[in-house]
C-alpha cells in the first residue's frame, strides 16, 4: 500500500523534474522566434536559427553601417566576448528599414568584421518593421515591440521569449542591458 501511495504521488512529480530540462530544450528550438534559415552576411552560407540559437539566450540587435549609432558595434563585440562563455549569442540583422543600410552587402561585410572587429554572428540584411519584415521581427514585434530605429536591442531568454527591450541610445553595455542578459543566462 505504501508502494502504491508513493508511486502515484510522487514518481510523476520525478519524472516532470526530471524531463524539464529536455522539454525546455525541445520548446526553445521549435519556438516560432528561431525556426528559420537565414543567410550569414556576405556569404553563401546558410545557418538553421533552431539548431544556432534554440536553447540559449541571445541579444538580438538590428543593425545599419551608415547610422548614428554604428559605433554600438564595439560595445555589442565587448558584451559577445564577455558573455560568450557562459552561453550568449549576439545575432545582428542588417536592414534597410530605416534608409541607413548600405547599398552593397561587401560594404556592410566591411564596416562589420573590418572597422568594428565583429565576431558574433551577422546575418544579411532582412526588413524588421512592417508587413515585410522578416518572420523572426515579425515573432519579436508580437512578443515585445517592432523596431523603432536601427540598433534596437533585444534580450530573448532560452525558451525562445522575449524578455527584456532597449532603444537604440541604450548602449548594449548599459547596466541595465547587462542585467537582463545576466538574468537570461
Known sequence: MLHETFR??????AMA????????????SAS????????RLHSDEVVDLAARFGGQAVLVVNTA?????????RELEAVHQRFKDRGLKVAGFPSDDFRQEADDEAETAEVCFTN?????????????????AHPLFREIAR????????????VIDRNGRV???????????????????????
Open 116 to 132: 568594428f572587429g565583429v565576431s558574433f554572428d551577422m546575418f544579411a540584411p532582412i526588413s524588421v518593421t512592417g508587413d515585410k
Open 143 to 154: 512578443q515585445s515591440s517592432a523596431p523603432r530605429w536601427n540598433f534596437h536591442k533585444y
Open 163 to 185: 524578455v527584456a527591450s532597449f532603444p537604440s541610445r541604450v548602449k548594449p553595455d548599459a547596466p541595465e542591458v547587462l542585467k537582463a542578459i545576466e538574468q537570461a543566462l
Open 32 to 39: 516560432p522566434m528561431f525556426g528559420h534559415e537565414m543567410r
Open 17 to 28: 523534474a526530471l524531463c524539464a530540462p529536455a522539454l525546455a530544450d525541445q520548446e526553445a
Open 65 to 73: 553601417s551608415h547610422c548614428g549609432f554604428t559605433g554600438q558595434f
Open 8 to 13: 502515484r504521488l510522487f514518481l510523476p512529480a
